[in-house]
Each structure stands twice: as C-alpha cells, then as structure tokens.
C-alpha cells in the first residue's frame, strides 16, 4: 500500500543506524519483506552505515585481552603463567607487562611466536622462530644499555629460571641471540642484568614468550 | 604443500572457523581485534569495559558462529556490529543523561597504534577516509548520526534532545547516509 510505503521510507536512515526502537524495527523488517523499493534504498545507503565503525580513532587493545578470548576459544590451549621470577616482585609484577598473548604465527615446528615487551619500551618488539630444538630471538626498538648492563636471555623449565646468553642492542636497537636446546623449555624471558650476566634473575621480564 | 590460512580472505577464513578451527578465529581477531576494541572503546569510553564488551562479543560470536551468513555481509561488517550491539546494550541500560559521547578517558593519544602491520595502517587509513566522509556532512546531519551510532540513542530520544521533530531527525539521518555513501563514492574513484 502506498501510504504504508511512504510512513516506511521514512525509516531508512534511521533502521541503518539501529535508531529505531524494537516495535519499529520488527515492524519495518516485516515491511521490507514486501517492499523491493525500501530494500533497494536499504542496501544503497548500508555501505554508509557499514564504515561507521571504522572511523574511530584506531588504538591498540591490551595483549591480555587476545588472550582472554583465546583461553575461551581455546580451553585445551596451555595456559602457562608467566614466571614469578622474585617474591618480592610479585606484586609490582601485576599489570606490569602488556600481557601475555601469545600468537602463534605458523606450524608446530617450525614456528615463529610473537614475543611480548614490558610497555615500559613501547615501540619494542620482536618474535621467536623455533626450528629443530633450537631457536632465534629477534628483538628490534630495543633501548640501548649503555656500558655497564647487558640484556640477558633466561629459559624456564618449570619453575626455575636457567639464564642463557647476554647480548646488547647498540645503536640499532636490534638484538638477535641464538639459543640452543629449548625443545624442553617453557618460555624464553629476557631481564636487564651488569654486565657479566647473573644467575638470578635481577628483575621481572621485559620481554615474554610463553611456550 | 597446505597454504598459510593467513593468505586467506576472511570469508575462507570464516569458513574454517565454522567449522571450529580456534587458529582461524585467532586469524581473525588478529585482522579485527583491535577495530573491535577501538570501537568499544570510543563507544563505552573506559578501557576495562572496552575489553569486557570485546571479550563477550568474540565469544559470543565464536559460539554463534555457524549464524555468520556472508549473503548478508563482510565478516568484519558482521563482528564490529555485534560488538557495537554489545556496548550499546550497556549504554541503553544506563540513564540517559549519564550517556557520553566522548571518551571518557583521555589516554586515546598515548595508545594510538603504532603503524606497524599492513592491517593496522589499512584500518588507520580507512579511519581518515570515513571520518572525512563524515565531516564534509552539515553538522546537524553529522550529530545526529553520531548521536544514533555512537551513543545509541533512537530517533525520537535524539528528536526530545535535539527539540526537532521526529520526521526531521529521520531525514537528516536518511540524507545524512547518502552523502557520506557519495562522498566515500568518489573517494574511492
């Protein structure tokens, strides 16, 4: 009926943009049902309101957050908490790292794991590629130490921190460290430590991956 | 030699999912998490709740997923609407006058993403585009679309708000549409 027709027309904008309240809505849905002219301008403007969504201002969500949906996605899928390094830093830990989202980017073996950096260095980053048992850490935007500390590599197995090489990231800010015989570990952490290495971890990671 | 599902479009990917594939689902929120939580976050405007509505939407899409109808949509189209709906259905049980429009914490600036990934420089992109589209619209036409997507109010509260009549708040939406849909139009030619 064309009455009923224009009352609807009216509508358009404002189902496109879900500001109709439900009674309006299921009513319009049953109308465009018979009306090919309301449908036709429904999915000429729908492109509008579909692109809505992306113009906000773009941020970064919390690493925690991909891990959250995961763990539900994925119950079976290890959740490995990060390791309580010290005691004593147990607390200031909390909320400390971005998180502890781990993205598994390829296969079982080889692969590659996103590594995950203290927000203390936010445009760090870097990833793990294991291949054979053995694997590479790249890390790049790394702060340089200076002279008197290094960057140390620590592999846990369970609940004990086995440290691993020193390494120093220059003037690049790039770090890349080899690393032998992880088949067996449970993450691979790096720490700011003197130089010379420590046997104890000195501080909580500031760089994680969980495996 | 079995492909990189991250070669996939996202439909196939949808595909993969639907069959409950969590890598195909991580895929995903990789392609459009942070879309999600920045959408969330310009709509509930405080990061903790920007996170809880992600999370529910994700996993209500992931148990929902066998509904997702690419007939009807984009896969992206269809995650950040069921996200929008998740966020507007805390703003609508909340009064209207303590509804913002603005986020409410000013941390915006400090989590700009940095433009690392082909996926993050795309949707920063597209972010400039449509909000050029969205600006070039006269103000009232661009308040009352804000009004009714971003703070999900219905025609006849941004009508009681705006005192204009209903029909005009309904028009400006209509026209408002069709300009943006023009502009985005020859943006694109």
């Known amino acids: 009926m064309r009455s009923d027709h224009a009352r609807f027309a009216e509508d358009v904008g404002a189902y496109l943009l879900d500001a109709l309240d439900g009674r309006e809505r299921r009513a319009f849905e049953r109308h465009l049902r018979s009306c090919d002219e309301c449908r036709r301008e429904v999915e000429r403007l729908r492109p509008a309101a579909d692109v809505l969504p992306g113009s906000v201002e773009q941020i970064e969500p919390p690493a925690r957050l991909k891990a959250a949906v995961m763990a539900e996605i994925e119950p079976s899928r290890p959740r490995k908490r990060r390791p309580l390094l010290r005691p004593v830093l147990v607390a200031a ?62 592999l846990q197995h369970g609940d004990k921190m086995v440290p691993a090489r020193t390494f120093e990231v220059g003037e690049t800010g790039r770090g890349e460290v080899d690393l032998r015989d992880i088949a067996d570990a449970d993450g691979v952490y790096v720490t700011r430590e003197a130089r010379g290495g420590a046997q104890v971890p000195s501080e909580d990671p500031i760089v994680s991956v969980p495996l | 030699m079995a492909g990189d599902i991250r070669d996939l479009a996202d439909e196939e990917v949808m595909q993969l999912v639907q069959r409950g594939d969590p890598r195909a689902f991580e895929l995903l929120y990789d392609r459009h998490g942070g879309a999600a939580y920045s959408l969330a976050y310009r709509l509930v405007g405080r990061q903790a709740t920007a996170e809880d509505v992600v999370q529910e939407a994700l996993i209500s899409i992931w148990r929902s997923r066998q509904r997702y109808d690419q007939t009807r949509g984009s896969v992206r189209t269809w995650i950040l609407g069921i996200v929008r709906n998740r966020a507007i259905d805390g703003l609508r049980r909340t009064a209207v006058h303590e509804r913002r429009r603005e986020p409410l914490e000013g941390a915006v600036e400090q989590q700009e993403a940095p433009e690392r990934t082909d996926v993050e420089v795309a949707r920063r992109e597209e972010a400039r585009t449509v909000r050029g589209a969205l600006e070039v619209l006269p103000a009232e036409q661009r308040r009352t679309i804000e009004l009714a997507y971003f703070a999900g109010f219905t025609h006849s509260q941004i009508a009681e708000l705006l005192h204009e009549p209903v029909g005009t708040v309904k028009g400006r939406m209509r026209l408002g549409l069709d300009k943006m849909r023009r502009e985005l139009a020859e943006g694109l030619a």
């Open chain 1, 93 to 154: 830990a909390v909320g400390l790292l971005i998180g502890i989202g781990v993205s598994q980017l390829g296969g079982d073996d080889p692969r590659t794991i996103a590594a995950t950096v203290d927000e203390a260095v936010p445009r760090a980053g870097g990833s793990l590629r294991i291949s054979d048992g053995s694997a590479r850490l790249r890390l790049h935007d790394m702060p340089n130490l200076g002279t008197r500390r290094v960057y140390q590599v620590w």
